[in-house]
């Protein structure tokens, strides 16, 4: 089993930027790969961005490209979400993922991931 705990999230004016943080736990955190999605009212949750196990391979949703940056420090069993540009339809609930099998590729299929945080809430004023 493995336990997520997301933090940094809040509200900021849009352009302003916000890093989120997601503490892993339970199992060998640096042979997984991660992900981080979002879930807006009334919408589906989605892919913002991944990042592979070593961290020397990523993906990003075209909304996120540019603007997002998503990495991980092994060492501390942490892997981050650093937004900027940020803009109000970014707010939602964002959420950390991982997957239950070990030395996967970043993906962004929802479906391959295991395990989900509780969740951020970001709020993007305008």
């Known amino acids: 089993q493995v336990q997520l705990v997301e933090s940094g999230g809040g509200l900021v004016q849009a352009g302003g930027s916000l890093r989120l943080s997601c503490a892993a736990s339970?199992?060998?955190?640096?042979?997984?790969?991660m992900g981080w999605f979002r879930q807006a009212p009334g919408a589906e949750r989605e892919f913002v961005a991944a990042?592979?196990?070593?961290?020397?391979?990523?993906k990003y949703a075209d909304s996120a490209k540019g603007r997002f940056t998503i990495s991980r420090d092994n060492a501390k069993n942490t892997v981050y979400l650093q937004m900027n540009s940020l803009k109000p339809d970014d707010t939602a609930v964002y959420y950390c993922a991982a997957p239950r099998f070990i030395y996967g590729l970043a993906s962004s299929a929802l479906s391959e991931y295991a395990y989900w945080g509780q969740g951020t809430q970001v709020t993007v004023s305008s």
């Open positions: 990042i592979n196990w070593s961290g020397s391979s990523t």
């Open positions: 339970g199992r060998t955190f640096s042979v997984y790969s």
